[in-house]
C-alpha cells in the first residue's frame, strides 16, 4: 500500500491495533452505578450497540495523521485552505511543493465541505481537505451542523472514490475554538451512522491524536463503539441525550416549526409540518424562486382548477416532508434487513440499486417505516441516472409488497425517482409476477413499463452489469447455479 519510496517514518496502519483489540489491553471500564441509571431500569435498548464488526475498522491512533499510510488522511484548514497549524504543516512539510500548487487550483474551500488533491509525497494516496466552523456559543446550533457536514462530506468522498481506509486528524483545531469534547461527540456518531448504512467496502477509520487529546478519545470512544455487551450496559446511562437523527446530524428543533404561507390559507392545519429544506438546500426555499400570483392560484384551488405548477408544487411540499422524517427517524431495525442497498455500476456507469425481494418480510414490518428508509437511502441516489436490480429469487407470499403500497410510493417520490431511472431488472421471475407486474405498470402507475426488463438467470444480467460490479446474496448465486448452471462472463453488453 505504501509507494514506492516511502519513508521509514510512515506508519502501516495494519500494525497497529484496533479498537477491539484494545480491549484487553484496557482494564478500566466507565464508573457509573447502573442500578441509578434510567437506561438500566427501564432496560432501553442503547441507540449504539455492541458491533465488533465496527470495532474491528477502528483505530485509535497517538501521533501524527501525516505519517498512516492510509488511502487518504484528512487535513483541516481555513476556508482559504492556508491555515497554520501543526497538522496541516506536517501534511505540508511531508507531502512537498506540489500540494501548495495544488490547493491554488481548488480556489479555497467552505466551511463543512471536504475537498480531494493527491498525497505526493506522504505515504496517503490522498488528501482530504475539510473546513471546521468558528465556534461561538450563542451559534453553537450553526456549529453543530457544520462540524457534522465536514465528517459527513469526507466520509461520502471516501465512498465515491472507493477508498478503503481513511485517518481523520482533529478537524476541529484550538484556533476555530470548538470544544474537544462536542466536537467528538458529533465525530463519533456522524462515523458510526455511516459505518452503519455504507461501510461495507471501508476496511479502517483512524483517528488520530494527540497525547492531550487522547484521553478524550478514549473515553468517548467507549460510549458510540463499546467493545462487549457489558461496556455497552455501562455507557449507557453516559450517551447524550442528543444523538442526532439517523445519520448523526444534529435535530433542530426550530426547524419543525411550521411556518405558514399566508394567514387564513385553506391547507390542512391537522398535521405539523416540518421546516421542509434544510441548510443543504438553500435556493429551494419560497424567497429563492420566482412565484407567479398565489392569490390567483389559491382562487383557482378553491374552484377546482389547481395548475400544473401548484400541483407540483405540493407534491414537492409532501415529499420534503417524508423526506424530514426519514432523516430524523430511527430506521436501524429497516436497514438490519439488508433488503435495499447500493453496488457498484452498469456499463453505462449508472449507479446499482439492489432490491431483495426475500429479506422484505412484508407481514412482520412496519411498512410506512419501510417507505422511509427507500426514501432516505434513494434521495441522493436518484439525483443522476441510476438502475435498480430487482431478485425476485426464492419469495414467498409474505415477501410480496401489496400493490397499493408501491402505487403509494410511486406517488410520494419526487419527480427525479421516476426520471432519472433507466432501468428496473426483474430476475427470476414467475409467470404470476410477470402477470402482476404487468397489470401494475399498465394501470397504476406510468412510464414504468417499458423500463421492466424481465430476466431469467444471472447470465442475461451480466450482459448489463460486471459481475465485480454488484453485491448478490449467496442464496441467490445458488439457486442460479442450481437452476441454470454456472455462468461463463459474456463481454457483451445488453443495454
Not at 483512524?206 to 455501562?234: C, G, H, N, W
Not at 426488463?453 to 451480466?462: A, H, K, P, S
Amino acid at each position: 500500500m505504501d509507494p514506492l519510496g516511502a519513508r521509514s517514518q510512515f506508519v502501516d496502519i495494519q500494525t497497529l491495533p484496533t479498537w477491539q483489540q484494545q480491549l484487553d489491553e484496557d482494564g478500566e471500564e466507565p464508573r457509573q452505578d447502573q442500578s441509578d441509571s434510567p437506561g438500566s431500569q427501564l432496560g432501553f435498548p442503547s441507540p449504539f450497540p455492541f458491533r465488533p464488526d465496527l470495532n474491528r475498522k477502528i483505530i485509535l491512533f497517538t501521533g501524527d495523521v501525516a505519517l498512516l499510510n492510509c488511502t487518504a488522511i484528512i487535513n483541516t484548514s481555513n476556508e482559504s485552505l492556508n491555515d497554520k497549524n501543526p497538522v496541516s504543516d506536517s501534511i505540508h512539510q511531508l507531502a512537498g511543493p506540489e500540494l501548495k500548487d495544488e490547493l491554488l487550483k481548488l480556489k479555497g474551500c467552505r466551511t463543512g465541505e471536504a475537498k480531494l488533491t493527491k498525497g505526493f509525497n506522504l505515504a496517503a494516496r490522498f488528501i482530504i481537505h475539510t473546513v471546521g466552523p468558528k465556534y461561538k456559543a450563542k451559534y453553537r446550533t450553526a456549529a453543530e451542523s457544520s462540524l457534522f457536514s465536514c465528517y459527513r462530506n469526507i466520509m461520502q468522498l471516501v465512498i465515491e472514490q472507493s477508498m478503503v481506509s481513511v485517518g481523520f486528524c482533529v478537524v476541529n483545531t484550538t484556533k476555530r475554538g470548538y470544544p474537544l469534547e462536542e466536537a467528538t461527540h458529533i465525530a463519533f456518531r456522524t462515523v458510526r451512522r455511516f459505518l452503519e448504512s455504507h461501510g461495507n467496502s471501508i476496511e479502517a477509520v483512524v483517528f488520530a491524536v494527540s497525547e492531550t487529546e487522547e484521553p478524550v478519545y478514549k473515553k468517548l470512544l467507549r460510549l458510540y463503539y463499546p467493545r462487549s455487551e457489558d461496556e455497552e450496559k455501562a455507557c449507557l446511562p453516559l450517551i447524550p441525550a442528543d444523538i442526532g437523527n439517523s445519520e448523526g446530524e444534529p435535530v433542530v428543533p426550530e426547524r419543525q416549526i411550521r411556518i405558514a404561507e399566508k394567514p387564513g390559507s385553506l391547507e390542512d392545519d391537522s398535521e405539523e409540518e416540518s421546516l421542509e429544506s434544510d441548510l443543504g438546500q438553500v435556493g429551494n426555499h419560497a424567497f429563492a424562486r420566482m412565484e407567479g400570483d398565489v392569490d390567483k392560484q389559491r382562487k383557482l384551488i378553491l374552484q377546482g382548477q389547481m395548475s400544473e405548477a401548484a400541483a407540483q408544487k405540493q407534491h414537492q411540499r409532501n415529499y420534503n416532508r417524508w423526506l424530514c422524517r426519514a432523516r430524523a427517524e430511527d430506521l436501524s431495525d429497516i436497514a438490519a434487513l439488508k433488503a435495499l442497498y447500493q453496488t457498484g455500476v452498469d456499463m453505462c456507469g449508472r449507479t446499482v440499486m439492489v432490491v431483495v425481494g426475500r429479506n422484505i418480510p412484508v407481514t412482520l414490518i412496519d411498512i410506512e417505516k419501510a417507505l422511509l428508509y427507500f426514501i432516505h437511502v434513494m434521495d441522493h441516489i436518484t439525483v443522476k441516472e441510476y438502475v435498480m436490480v430487482y431478485f425476485h429469487t426464492l419469495t414467498g407470499e409474505h415477501n410480496h409488497l401489496d400493490s397499493d403500497f408501491l402505487k403509494n410510493l410511486y406517488d410520494i417520490v419526487d419527480a427525479k425517482y421516476k426520471k432519472n431511472l433507466k432501468a428496473f431488472y426483474f430476475v427470476h421471475p414467475t409467470f404470476r409476477s410477470k402477470v402482476s407486474t404487468w397489470f401494475f405498470t399498465t394501470f397504476s402507475v406510468s412510464g414504468m413499463k417499458d423500463k421492466v426488463r424481465y430476466l431469467d438467470n444471472l447470465q442475461q444480467l451480466f450482459t448489463c452489469i460486471k459481475p465485480e460490479q454488484i453485491d448478490i446474496p449467496p442464496f441467490v448465486l445458488e439457486y442460479d447455479a442450481r437452476v441454470n448452471g454456472p455462468h461463463h462472463p459474456s463481454q457483451s453488453s445488453g443495454l
